[in-house]
């Protein structure tokens, strides 16, 4: 069972910066990927970027060029830096980690969420 914790969400202005991190604890055998996610009111939740252990990435054509998605392995921590942020990046932004349990079964946990607003 792998647990995760987000936080860095906050209010933030338009063209303005956040970093969220998200910290994974728990047992598993491996952690194949992690992401982050977003889900805006009556929206579906969208993946916004994933990094995988070999350090391949990808991002949500909306957020190119903007987030950067990282980790610190000896910290167990994924990160995500948010440069020029919009408006419409306000959701509530939620870490994933796709993982191995202790007897090789794929699995999967969320963490809680943490809100990103972009506003003047």
């Known amino acids: 069972q792998v647990q995760l914790v987000e936080s860095g969400g906050g209010l933030v202005q338009p063209g303005g910066s956040l970093r969220l991190s998200c910290a994974a604890s728990g047992s598993m055998l491996r952690i194949n990927a992690m992401g982050w996610y977003r889900q805006a009111p009556g929206k579906q939740r969208d993946l916004v970027a994933v990094?995988?252990?070999?350090?391949?990435?990808n991002y949500a054509d909306s957020v190119k060029g903007r987030f950067t998605i990282s980790r610190d392995n000896a910290k167990n921590t994924v990160y995500l830096q948010m440069n020029s942020l919009k408006a419409e990046d306000t959701a509530v932004y939620y870490c994933?980690?796709?993982?191995?349990?202790?007897?090789?079964?794929?699995?999967?946990?969320w963490g809680q969420g943490t809100q990103v607003t972009v506003s003047s």
């Open positions: 994933n980690a796709d993982y191995l349990d202790l007897v090789f079964r794929k699995k999967a946990s």
């Open positions: 990094i995988t252990r070999g350090d391949s990435t």
